[in-house]
T-cell receptor
Framework: QKEVEQNSGPLSVPEGAIASLNCTYS??????FFWYRQYSGKSPELIMS??SNGDKEDGRFTAQLNKASQYVSLLIRDSQPSDSATYLC???????????WGLGTSLAVNP | DGGITQSPKYLFRKEGQNVTLSCEQN?????MYWYRQDPGQGLRLIYY???????QKGDIAEGYSVSREKKESFPLTVTSAQKNPTAFYLC??????????FGDGTRLSIL
């Protein structure tokens, strides 16, 4: 069974701190990884995609991928209250463009 | 503006009734997906379609049906066989190697 696992949280950080969200996956075939943010009652929106080992930075967000250890993480620097949401990790399920989804980590940034 | 449009935003189903949720995209994406999300839960795949006139069952297809007669449209019917239809329904699409992008969702409730 292919799986993507995330800590459900809630993860609570003070405003201005670094939030670290982690995700592990079981399928070595997975090549593409995605982080989505979902506000309560809204649809998921793409934050970051990462395809190769190492770090990828976009503004305050950094995605890190380690294929040997089968984990992908998302760092949010200078966290803001507006970052409070559920963060979903997803991995592609091989070559059929389906995604395997984690259950999400709830993040609360406290002013 | 390119995007994915889901309608209606809210839908109510009576006992024994079939209801259809609309999903239209003008992104020229080949693949389209329907997910169900229950409160506090992750995304579960109902059906997906990689090309026109073809679709495959996802993990929870029982009680649902779809069609893909046009590239732009992927309607989902929730049949009376689906005994617990109350959920947030999300449509997504993707093209090439792009990540999936979502519509705003339809919230379905039972009257």
């Amino acid at each position: 069974q292919k799986e993507v696992e995330q800590n459900s949280g809630p993860l609570s950080v003070p405003e201005g701190a670094i939030a670290s969200l982690n995700c592990t996956y079981s399928d070595r075939v997975s090549q593409s990884f995605f982080w989505y943010r979902q506000y309560s009652g809204k649809s998921p929106e793409l934050i970051m995609s990462i395809y190769s080992n190492g770090d990828k930075e976009d503004g305050r967000f950094t995605a890190q991928l380690n294929k040997a250890s089968q984990y992908v993480s998302l760092l949010i620097r200078d966290s803001q209250p507006s970052d409070s949401a559920t963060y979903l990790c997803a991995a592609n399920a091989g070559n059929n463009r389906k995604l395997i989804w984690g259950l999400g980590t709830s993040l609360a940034v406290n002013p | 503006d390119g995007g994915i449009t889901q309608s209606p935003k809210y839908l109510f189903r009576k006992e024994g009734q079939n209801v259809t949720l609309s999903c239209e995209q003008n992104l020229n994406h080949d693949a389209m997906y329907w997910y169900r999300q229950d409160p506090g839960q992750g995304l579960r795949l109902i059906y997906y379609s990689q090309i026109v006139n073809d679709f495959q069952k996802g993990d929870i297809a029982e009680g649902y049906s779809v069609s893909r007669e046009k590239k732009e449209s992927f309607p989902l019917t929730v049949t009376s066989a689906q005994k617990n239809p109350t959920a947030f329904y999300l449509c997504a699409s993707t093209g090439g190697n792009q990540p999936q992008h979502f519509g705003d969702g339809t919230r379905l409730s039972i009257l």
